[in-house]
């Protein structure tokens, strides 16, 4: 059975670095993109970018590029999400997802991941 | 950037009615790169529609998509109590992911 199990809830402070994760099973990990889906409050979806992890070969909507960092360790079948520099703007929830092989859609989803960022 | 919208923004409907969700693309989209997403409230979005009419694994029948070049439609031909939920469409192109705004499906 194919599963992305995200890590829990994060609360932050504006400034606070933060690195999420995505970790895939039932599936061979290296072969299949994984994508960042942003949610804030109420709102609708955005592709935020995404991670070939056979390669680290990674794609960036030019809305979030030079905003998070996508990275991944194939030994360990996880994808992750990062910020260096976290804004109250930044609260949300964030969801991982597979790229279909050879489609160009997201078949399977994480849970998600909710960061709340304020002082 | 192909844009993507959807209409209505709202679709107040009872149980066993039928909805028709509508994604108009600001360019001509590929088929085979357009898809529809659920999402109920506090759950992550699930895969409906690949490929502008293709069924995802485990999608009822009653979930349909259709369209073409500019314009693509989601039906739902009779609605059951789960399908009172959020829409999305996206699209792909150049590497990238567009989602469309989304259309909530609602309890009249």
């Known amino acids: 059975e194919v599963q992305l199990v995200q890590s829990g809830a994060e609360v932050k402070k504006p400034g606070e670095s933060l690195k999420i994760s995505c970790k895939g099973s039932?599936?061979?990990?290296?072969?299949?993109?994984i994508g960042w889906v942003r949610q804030m409050p109420g709102k609708g979806l955005e592709w935020m970018g995404i991670i070939y992890p056979g390669d680290s070969d990674t794609r960036y909507s030019p809305s979030f590029q030079g905003q998070v960092t996508i990275s991944a360790d194939k030994s360990i079948s996880t994808a992750y999400l990062q910020w260096s520099s976290l804004k109250a703007s930044d609260t949300a929830m964030y969801y991982c997802a597979r790229r279909d092989y050879g489609g160009k859609w997201l078949d399977y989803w994480g849970q998600g991941t909710l960061v709340t960022v304020s002082s | 950037e192909i844009v993507l919208t959807q209409s209505p923004g709202t679709l107040s409907l009872s149980p066993g009615e039928r909805a028709t969700l509508s994604c108009r693309a600001s360019q001509s989209v590929s088929s085979n790169y357009l898809a529809w997403y659920q999402q109920n409230p506090g759950q992550a979005p699930r895969l409906l529609i690949y490929g502008a009419s293709g069924r995802a694994t485990g999608i009822p029948d009653r979930f349909s998509g259709s369209g073409s070049g500019t314009d693509f439609t989601l039906t739902i031909s009779r609605l059951e109590p789960e399908d009172f939920a959020v829409y999305y469409c996206q699209q792909y192109g150049s590497s990238l992911f567009t989602f469309g705004p989304g259309t909530k499906v609602e309890i009249k």
């Open positions: 039932g599936y061979s990990f290296t072969s299949y993109w």
